[in-house]
């Protein structure tokens, strides 16, 4: 018996229309189908990979990692399969994605509910929630939930500069950032917001020096295990890529701006906060998206350790599995040439 991996990267967009019947929008359905392989690159030799175009998936996973998976497999292939399926990995579980399953004739899924569940986990009210518990020396960071436009107002009043969010969204596409004051088109888009999604979230604006994450992994009874740092880049707010190094190497370059004890400290924070929220509700692997920033008097550096809770599989987890395969001092990167995105190696 052998797990079922689907990378379907629409997941946060999937999640936030809350859907069973949900098209993805253009870029997402290509990523899936150009990079839809990645799972591989992590499964085990009995496990299989749903993929849109089976050749085409053993090519550019060839490509990538100088060697065959012999688990690619299409839609069509899922009901004559689904008896040797023990289990279903997805990127991330949505209405949608549980809906086509059932269609294709795998019964492995979850209910309803329980994606009710993970839905509600996946609200950023619980990243603002988990941001106030880590108020550690050398952390900073404020974040707030808004039904109101006034509410909106007075933020920026009192901050001048705020980051505004959808509670669902994908990363780069649900966020504006709001200098002095609203203009219409922001205006609008927050009532928007408020109006599918009931509230946005306020963020104080942070001088961001550089991003990264921790990743981990819930085993959905009160346990979530630490599994490495992702340092990654961004532009626009979109991921762009990420290092491929040790964990020694990756902690020797944060800790040009942090000490390792405080690093250590919210580690094990979150494994203990987000193992009690967890438990009994989730189980799989989530990311902490976090930043460090220049402090009020742009001298020293202080770590905002809770921006973003990724509850599903990150391209952080996807680097950590390439680590354990390739040699260090390079970077994975996305890019979108001839057409097609493309994930490629290289030195840095």
């Known amino acids: ?88 990995s997805p990127w991330g579980w949505d209405l949608a994605l549980r809906s086509f399953l059932l269609r294709y004739g795998v019964d492995a899924v979850p209910s309803e509910e329980e994606i009710a569940e993970i839905r509600d986990l996946s609200h950023r009210k ?54 002095g004051e609203l203009n219409d088109y922001q205006q609008h888009w927050i009532q928007n917001v408020v109006a599918r999604q009931r509230c946005v979230v306020i963020e104080k604006y942070c001088h961001k020096v550089k991003d990264f994450g921790m990743e981990f992994e819930s085993d959905g009874q009160g346990t979530v295990s630490y599994l490495g740092l992702s340092l990654f880049h961004t532009q626009n707010g979109a991921y762009t890529g990420n290092i491929l190094a ?55 550096f202080l770590l905002n350790p809770c921006v973003e809770i990724n509850l599903r599989r990150t391209m952080g987890h996807v680097a950590l599995a390439l680590s354990e395969q390739v040699s260090s001092g390079q970077v994975m990167r996305i890019e979108y040439t001839d057409n097609a995105y493309k994930l490629k190696l290289k030195q840095i």
């Open 1 to 88: 018996m052998g797990i079922l991996h689907i990378f379907n990267p629409e997941h946060d967009i999937a999640l936030a229309a809350n859907l069973s019947n949900f098209t993805a929008p253009h870029a997402g359905r290509q990523l899936r189908h150009d990079l839809g392989y990645l799972p591989a690159v992590w499964a085990g030799e009995d496990d299989y990979v749903l993929v849109e175009d089976v050749e085409d998936a053993q090519r550019d996973y060839a490509r990538l990692m100088h060697r065959q998976f012999n688990g690619f497999i299409d839609k069509h292939q899922l009901s004559v399969l689904s008896s040797q399926f023990s289990a279903v």
């Open 246 to 300: 040790s964990e020694e190497e990756k902690q020797e370059i944060i800790s040009r701006y942090i000490s390792a004890e405080l690093l250590k400290r919210v580690q094990e924070n979150i494994c203990t906060l987000l193992g009690r929220l967890y438990g009994g509700r989730y189980a799989g692997p989530f990311g902490v998206d976090m930043m460090i920033v220049r402090g009020d008097d742009r001298t020293d």
């Open 126 to 179: 619980h990243a603002v929630g988990v941001l106030r518990e880590l108020t550690l020396e050398g952390t900073t960071g404020d974040a707030w939930l808004a039904d109101t436009l006034v509410e909106v107002r007075q933020a920026l009043r009192y901050n001048q500069r705020i980051v505004v969010k959808a509670p669902w969204s994908s990363s780069g596409r649900g966020i504006r950032f709001i200098d």
